[in-house]
């Protein structure tokens, strides 16, 4: 009896496995036909076009690459991930490089010509991917910054009228807390401050000012933290908490899952993103109420722009709003405030930038600078364009291909055939390599050095194309590149006219501090000194 159900057993195992090896076979003989056919058209496309495979980067384990991840965690650990990275580069005399790795094979490249192949020449060829949009998702929402497509250009339309000239260039918004900034600042000539904390609570204040039309008010003299009206101190304490935790655990060293955050988002910052949900709900929800006094207002010159309200006037979907908001929040604060450090972090180093910089303070106007005062200050846009091609605030970037395509340079043994790519593989570009290159910057391509943006007698000074992207190109340039300018601009200006003079107090080289965005790691240590003394 017990031989009859061993055998019945038996036998119905060998009866499904070959059910399933039956209705399997046409299936795995299509795929295996299908990846035959596809290979054969790639092999027979790429030849057309005369495409050569680009250097590939030598590594141990050639299938998943997970001696070069490990690299990238320990480099990001290090905070010398961008210098690592472009080592590759030099190191093999080469500006495009193939890498294999777990997932899809990615190019890393170098090339101008590459980049804006991606960003605009092929722009539809290229998407963010799921990669992105799962990481960034969980904390921003389904917003620009996460969004492909007819969705990406929805929120792009929904979000450039807020960004034209005519609301952007008031200075009144930038002039209230450039004055609590100065008043937060010690002016006894001796004591050190770093300046980068101070740069994130002031651009914080400007930022959801303009955004929320109510601020947060940071560099308040208040022992409390005294925000504007329709905003709880204590909610905005916790909201920055929060806002700020997040963005820490996008360090691997601060992750919860440490070498896994590179493939793992961190879901236990879900309660942080709570809170700020909803805070920005809340916020949403109260000038949702506002709106009838705000429309009766829109027609007043004086009365102040307010971003919220025109979402509010295009959509009622408050997750996008949400989402958009919280884009435009990282976009408005977090890089904002970096390039300001960035900035005075070199000038606090350099007295001769610093003497031209006081020249051209020193003729502005005594009242509130205009925009077109700002604007016209040459040696100031030329400092911040510096920055910019130095500490890039977004070091690196990348897109997957959402079909097959090329890439017009990088391949072979010159780098000059172009370079077909797989649907599904990834081109990775480095801006901290790429504004460094010496044949397009010249032998002092690492020196901060403003003049080399300035006309002179004998010449004009700089002019790029593709070769300098601190704002991205094509299409999904950044609409607010000229918001944030503005207000490094100005608040650069108004601080170099209250004090007329700087000097370090950090003899440590800069250090990358990267996250959603790259910062100075030892801040900013600085002493001012007021004028006068």
Same mark, same amino acid.
């Given at each position: $009896?017990?031989?009859?159900?061993? $055998?019945?057993v038996?036998?119905?195992?060998?009866s499904?496995?070959?059910?399933?090896?039956?209705?399997?076979?046409?299936?795995?003989?299509?795929?295996?036909?299908?990846?035959?056919? *596809?290979?054969?058209?790639?092999?027979r496309?790429?030849?057309?076009k /005369?495409?050569?495979?680009?250097?590939?980067?030598?590594?141990?384990? &050639?299938?998943? %690459?997970?001696?070069f991840?490990?690299?990238?965690?320990?480099?990001?650990i290090?905070?010398? @991930?961008?210098?690592?990275m472009r080592?590759?580069?030099?190191?093999?005399?080469?500006?495009?490089?193939?890498?294999?790795?777990?997932?899809? +094979?990615?190019? #890393? =490249?170098?090339?101008?010509?590459?980049?804006?192949?991606?960003l605009s020449? !092929?722009?539809?060829?290229?998407?963010?991917?799921?990669?992105?949009?799962?990481?960034l998702g969980?904390?921003?929402?389904d917003?620009i910054?996460t #969004?492909?497509?007819a969705?990406?250009?929805?929120?792009?339309?929904?979000?450039?009228?807020?960004?034209?000239?005519?609301?952007? #260039?008031? &200075?009144?918004?930038?002039?209230?807390?450039?004055?609590s900034?100065?008043?937060?600042?010690?002016k006894d000539?001796?004591?050190?401050?770093? *300046?980068q904390?101070?740069?994130?609570?002031?651009s914080?204040?400007i930022?959801t000012?303009f955004?929320f039309?109510? #601020? =947060?008010?940071?560099?308040?003299?208040? &022992?409390?933290?005294?925000?504007?009206?329709?905003?709880?101190?204590?909610e905005?304490?916790?909201?920055?908490?929060?806002w700020?935790?997040?963005?820490?655990?996008?360090?691997?060293?601060?992750?919860?899952?440490?070498?896994?955050?590179?493939?793992?988002?961190?879901?236990?910052?879900g309660?942080?993103?709570? =809170?700020?949900?909803?805070?920005?709900?809340g916020?949403?929800?109260?000038?949702?109420?506002?709106?009838?006094e705000?429309q009766?207002? @829109?027609?007043?010159?004086?009365?102040?722009y307010?971003?919220?309200?025109?979402l509010l006037e295009r959509?009622?979907?408050r997750?996008?709003?949400?989402?958009e908001?919280? +884009? @435009?929040l990282?976009?408005?604060?977090?890089?904002?405030?970096?390039l300001?450090? !960035?900035?005075?972090f070199?000038?606090?180093?350099r007295?001769?930038i610093?003497?031209?910089?006081?020249?051209?303070?020193?003729? $502005?106007?005594?009242g509130?600078?205009?925009?077109?005062?700002?604007?016209?200050?040459?040696?100031?846009?030329?400092?911040?364009?510096? @920055?910019l091609?130095?500490?890039p605030v977004?070091p690196d970037?990348?897109?997957?291909a959402?079909?097959d395509?090329i890439?017009?340079?990088g391949g072979?043994?010159?780098?000059?055939? &172009?370079?077909?790519?797989?649907?599904?593989?990834?081109a990775?570009? +480095?801006?901290?390599?790429?504004?460094r290159?010496?044949?397009?910057? %010249?032998?002092?391509?690492e020196e901060?050095?403003?003049e080399?943006?300035?006309?002179?007698a004998? /010449?004009?000074?700089?002019?790029v194309?593709?070769?300098?992207?601190?704002?991205?190109?094509?299409?999904r340039?950044c609409i607010?590149q000229?918001?944030?300018?503005?207000?490094?601009?100005?608040?650069?200006a108004w601080m170099?006219?209250?004090?007329?003079?700087?000097?370090?107090r950090?003899?440590?080289p800069?250090?990358e501090?990267?996250?959603? =965005?790259?910062?100075?790691? /030892?801040g900013c240590?600085?002493?001012?000194?007021?004028?006068?003394?």
């Open positions: $009896m017990a031989l009859r159900n061993r $055998m019945t038996s036998f119905s195992w060998k499904i496995l070959k059910t399933l090896v039956i209705a399997l076979l046409p299936y795995i003989l299509y795929r295996t036909y299908e990846y035959i056919i *596809l290979r054969s058209r790639r092999r496309c790429a030849a057309s /005369g495409c050569q495979p680009p250097f590939h980067l030598p590594i141990r384990d &050639p299938f998943f %690459g997970l001696d991840i490990w690299g990238i965690y320990r480099s990001l290090k905070h010398t @991930s961008l210098e690592d080592q590759h580069y030099i190191q093999h005399g080469v500006n495009t490089i193939m890498i294999n790795q777990i997932g899809p +094979s990615a190019v #890393s =490249t170098i090339e101008p010509e590459n980049v804006k192949c991606v020449t !092929n722009f539809h060829d290229w998407e963010i991917g799921p990669i992105r949009k799962k990481g969980w904390f921003l929402g917003g910054f #969004s492909d497509g969705a990406w250009h929805r929120s792009r339309e929904l979000l450039r009228p807020s960004f034209a000239r005519a609301q952007i #260039s008031d &200075p009144e918004l930038f002039e209230g807390h450039a004055r900034l100065v008043e937060a600042l010690p000539g001796t004591t050190m401050v770093d *300046l904390p101070l740069f994130f609570q002031a914080l204040d930022a000012d955004l039309g109510r #601020s =947060t008010n940071t560099l308040s003299k208040q &022992p409390e933290r005294e925000a504007a009206p329709g905003l709880n101190g204590v905005v304490k916790k909201f920055i908490e929060a700020d935790g997040v963005q820490e655990a996008f360090q691997p060293k601060e992750s919860t899952f440490g070498f896994l955050s590179l493939f793992f988002f961190d879901w236990f910052q309660p942080k993103v709570r =809170t700020i949900n909803e805070f920005v709900d916020i949403v929800e109260q000038a949702n109420k506002d709106r009838p705000a009766q207002n @829109s027609s007043d010159r004086s009365h102040k307010v971003f919220l309200q025109e959509t009622q979907d997750k996008q709003i949400r989402a908001l919280l +884009s @435009s990282l976009a408005g604060r977090d890089t904002t405030a970096s300001l450090s !960035n900035v005075w070199e000038l606090s180093r007295p001769a610093w003497s031209k910089l006081q020249d051209e303070v020193s003729i $502005m106007s005594s509130r600078p205009t925009f077109e005062e700002i604007k016209s200050m040459k040696y100031l846009q030329a400092i911040l364009n510096e @920055s091609r130095l500490y977004v970037n990348a897109r997957i959402a079909r395509t890439l017009p340079v072979g043994p010159l780098g000059t055939a &172009p370079i077909f790519v797989k649907k599904g593989e990834i990775h570009w +480095s801006l901290w390599a790429m504004h290159r010496k044949e397009i910057y %010249g032998e002092d391509a901060f050095k403003p080399r943006w300035l006309d002179k004998d /010449g004009k000074g700089l002019r194309g593709w070769e300098y992207l601190p704002f991205n190109g094509g299409p340039i607010g000229q918001f944030a300018l503005m207000e490094v601009a100005w608040v650069t170099a006219r209250e004090f007329e003079g700087i000097e370090s950090d003899d440590e800069w250090r501090k990267v996250a959603l =965005t790259c910062t100075g790691l /030892g240590k600085v002493v001012l000194i007021p004028r006068g003394q």
